[in-house]
């Protein structure tokens, strides 16, 4: 254990593990060529020999992406993520949904957004929800890990129904945002394609552009595995459903994997991990936004760690357990989540 930090008790609440009563996420993943095309730097772009996997990289001369051949109307969009190691100050990896090709300027998206830092320091995540353009008013949230994201891969998700949409880290979801009448068009309701890049964020990425991208560590490598795509496909140039049950099948099938259900377990996860990991909310960003967003849950339990610009007052010590791999997150047993 780190000598700074207190002798917590800590309790493991299981993500991947088979203890764990939060269903696993069971869908069918496809080969690269399946589902994605090269979206830039192409050349930086190393699939693996089977084609189940790929790799990005960021060098002096070029980041790299790729995007979805098919546009979805609602969705579950996913893939097992590991990160560059060492330095990586000033480097974003992104995976995330967007229209921002077709809808330039009222564009919906859904971003996971992972912003590397100076050696010795972690590796960060971070959540946004735009809809119809209302990139003024960024939903984020941020986020420590539990784990080191560049040791081993970890099943990153975006669910996206007409009713909610739940991040996931792992088989534990972390943050949900359900649609109301209040958010009106800010809530996405455009087909979107996915996407995933790495690229050169140094003017804003780490300490607001304080550490940028020293490229003697590069180059920078994030790989992406166990890619799956699941919802109603589109048309680009058709963009909406033609007829209202246009999407009835694919909505179905979307349904019956229960990932759009917070079930009492579900619930529980996420406020352990909220509760421990969670470093910036904008529903708690009372300098930015004097009245919380519409489906912001306001909780006690949350509210009293954060300053009145929605950081953390103090950053709780946490260890990560050795030995646990792929999905374990550790919270401390005296801070158990509040129903």
């Known amino acids: 254990m780190d000598r700074a ?36 730097g192409e050349g930086n772009l190393v699939p ?24 979805y109307y609602h969705g579950f969009f996913s893939a097992s993520i590991k990160l560059p190691s060492d330095y990586t100050a000033g480097v974003v990896v992104a995976f995330y949904t967007s229209n921002g090709d077709v809808f330039e300027k009222n564009h919906d998206e859904l971003d996971f957004e992972f912003l590397g ?17 209302s990139t003024c008013r960024g939903r984020e949230e941020r986020y420590y ?16 129904t007409a009713e909610n949409i739940i991040f996931y880290i792992d088989d534990t979801p972390i943050r949900e945002v359900r649609r109301s009448d209040g958010m009106g068009g800010d809530y996405p309701s455009k087909p979107m394609s996915l996407y995933a890049t790495i690229w050169d964020a140094s003017n804003w990425a780490t300490s607001g552009g304080k550490y940028k991208v020293n490229y003697k560590f590069g180059p920078f490598v994030s790989s992406f595995s166990d890619l799956a795509l699941l919802g109603c496909r589109l048309d680009p140039i058709q963009q909406v459903p033609t007829t209202q049950n246009g999407c009835a099948a ?11 259900v917070m079930t009492p377990e579900k619930r529980r996860g996420m406020r352990a991990f909220r509760e421990q990991y969670m470093s910036y909310s904008v529903c708690y960003d009372r300098a930015r936004y004097p009245q919380p967003f519409p489906e912001c849950d306001i909780l006690e339990s949350e509210g009293n760690r954060f300053r009145e610009t929605g950081h953390l007052k103090f950053r709780r010590h946490h260890r990560r357990m050795p030995g646990r791999g792929r999905g374990a997150v550790v919270a401390d047993a005296n801070r158990q989540p509040r129903m």
Not at 145 to 160: E, G, K
């Open 5 to 40: 930090a207190p002798a917590f008790s800590f309790v493991v609440v299981a993500v991947l593990a088979l203890a764990s009563s939060v269903a696993s996420v069971n869908v069918t993943t496809l080969a690269f060529d399946e589902g994605y095309v090269p979206l830039f």
């Open 117 to 133: 830092n100076i050696r010795g320091k972690e590796w960060r995540v971070q959540t946004n929800v735009y809809g119809n353009g």
């Open 48 to 71: 693996s020999a089977g084609g189940r996997s790929v790799s990005l990289l960021l060098n002096r001369f070029s980041g790299s992406g790729f995007i979805s051949k098919d546009m």
């Open 145 to 160: 890990l539990p784990f080191d994201p560049t040791a081993d891969f970890h099943r990153y998700s975006i669910l996206w």
């Open 250 to 260: 694919a909505d179905a099938e979307l349904a019956t994997t229960g990932l759009h």
